[in-house]
């Protein structure tokens, strides 16, 4: 049998890549959190927000180094199977890669520091600045990351020569036309998705009677971010779906499944798209709809996959559902947070146990969300890797074969298997266990004050930790 070697490290290349995106997907909203919580303890002096400062910290700590190293892993497949795409786009790509690491990385990891072993040896003050700073650097590796892969699709400030691109406009590089939507609508996602898992462990601390005054706190305020990020997020979508339409047509025709396009285009609910016959079956739509929502007019034309080449178009069959499951999280989004207005205008934010169960079940909802999200966008690119210019075919590494990548597509599914279910349960553990409990008058002088030595940040609470004989 055959193995392509472009398939699988397609393949290869998608799982790491999803598993990478999952970590950067909380953790950027959960240090913008923490920041949220070291600025309230710092102006209140309530030990509340340094005890949810600390257990989401911990929390935090794993989840970035998870994140870290699976992002090693992605980047060094552009040298064993994407070295054609290495060479042809390093002199674009790969100052944004530096810049991430000079601008956003150094940041983290350098204050992260002082955020896990800081809390008690420097002043309070020094100790939120750090956590704004780590949240800052987070933002700043999404701007940069994003950038690389928005010109991707929307390529600009570059020229092609002798098969290699050189910048002309560096402005127009990091600033294409796909990248304002594509960055305010990932955020957005990133801050939902870490808004939905706070709330699902508050509301599942409320289910178990377990620390309620934390529980309280963080339902209330990941609630309040949702509901008002929930319909932002709609809005955005919508912009980012325009200009996809203007620089991406063909990807557009494939998400809503329109063969012929045209005028009065329907808006298509369900339909199993046919790639060999150019049609769809068991077809449920609503007539002239996808020509509102796309150029807002009700006799707008929306373009067909047969205005395209075969050869140029991208994969409905896949395409149309991953786009239905990120729109259709995106309502039951919206639908929790028009509840959570509802029960907390009548007084019953922390009472209602059938909300708080609705809430656990949505935890993961942002994290398919995204999956789905980053699907649509990148097999909606093929088959081109830098859109309309060079395809995917001409960016995999020549004579790979496909035994070597089949092989190492088994060694990582094994080892993130392994490392990651283990990181995984730990992350759950830690969830489980909850924050510390803290008094006021505990925290009004600092530990090594006291003569004792600080808590050590990624210990679990409850456990004793023995010193080193």
């Known amino acids: 049998m055959d193995l392509d070697p472009l398939l699988l490290s397609r393949i290869q290349f998608a799982f790491v890549i999803s598993f990478h995106i999952l970590f950067p997907s909380f953790t950027v909203g959960l240090a913008c959190w923490i920041a949220v919580l070291e600025a309230r303890w710092l102006i209140t002096g309530k030990a509340l927000y340094r005890s949810l400062s600390e257990f989401w910290t911990r929390i935090f700590a794993i989840s970035f180094g998870m994140g870290v190293v699976s992002g090693i892993v992605m980047t ?27 601008t956003a990385f150094f940041l983290e990891a350098a204050f992260l520091g002082i955020l896990l072993f800081g809390r008690d040896r420097v002043p309070r003050g020094i100790h939120f600045l750090a956590a704004v700073l780590v949240a800052t650097g987070t933002v700043l590796s999404s701007f940069w990351i994003l950038s690389a892969n928005s010109w991707m699709h929307t390529p600009a400030g570059a020229e092609l020569r002798d098969g290699r691109f050189f910048v002309t406009d560096w402005w127009a590089v990091v600033f294409n036309p796909s990248f304002p ?61 325009l200009n996809t339409l203007e620089h991406q047509p063909a990807k557009i025709a494939a998400m809503e499944g329109h063969w012929e396009g045209g005028a009065r285009a329907p808006l298509i609910l369900f339909a199993i798209p046919d790639n060999e016959a150019e049609t769809n079956h ?51 989004m919206l639908t929790v947070a028009l509840i959570h207005l509802v029960q907390r205008v009548r007084g019953k934010l922390y009472s209602p146990h059938w909300f708080h169960k609705l809430l656990v079940g949505c935890m993961p909802l942002g994290f398919i969300a995204i999956l789905a999200g980053w699907f649509t966008t990148e097999i909606g690119r093929q088959p081109w890797v830098v859109y309309g210019m060079i395809r995917t075919a001409d960016a995999v590494t020549p004579a790979l074969t496909g035994g070597a990548v089949l092989t190492s597509l088994i060694v990582f599914m094994v080892v993130y298997a392994i490392i990651y279910g283990a990181g995984t349960y730990y992350l759950f553990r830690l969830l489980t266990i909850g924050p510390s409990r803290l008094n006021d008058e505990d925290l009004e002088v600092p530990a090594v004050a006291q003569g004792h030595q600080p808590k050590r940040p990624l210990s679990v609470p409850g456990e004793s930790i023995e010193p080193a004989e």
């Open 181 to 241: 939507y594509r960055l305010a609508h990932m955020l957005t996602a990133m801050f939902l998705t870490t808004g939905f898992v706070v709330a699902g462990i508050s509301a599942f601390y409320l289910l178990r009677n377990r620390f309620l005054e934390h529980a309280r706190v963080g339902l209330s305020m990941s609630l309040a971010l949702i509901t008002i990020l929930a319909p932002l997020q709609i809005f955005l979508g919508d912009l980012h779906g």
């Open 282 to 332: 068991a077809e449920i739509a609503i007539p002239a709809l996808s020509s509102l929502i796309l150029t807002h007019e009700w006799d707008g034309v929306v373009p067909g996959l047969k205005n395209f080449p075969a050869a140029d178009r991208p994969n409905p069959e896949i395409l149309f559902w991953t786009f239905r499951i990120m729109v259709g999280i995106g309502m039951i």
């Open 76 to 102: 060094y497949q552009f040298g064993t199977n994407w070295s054609r795409w290495s060479d042809i786009v390093g002199n674009v790509l790969g100052p944004l890669i530096q810049y991430e690491v000079v």
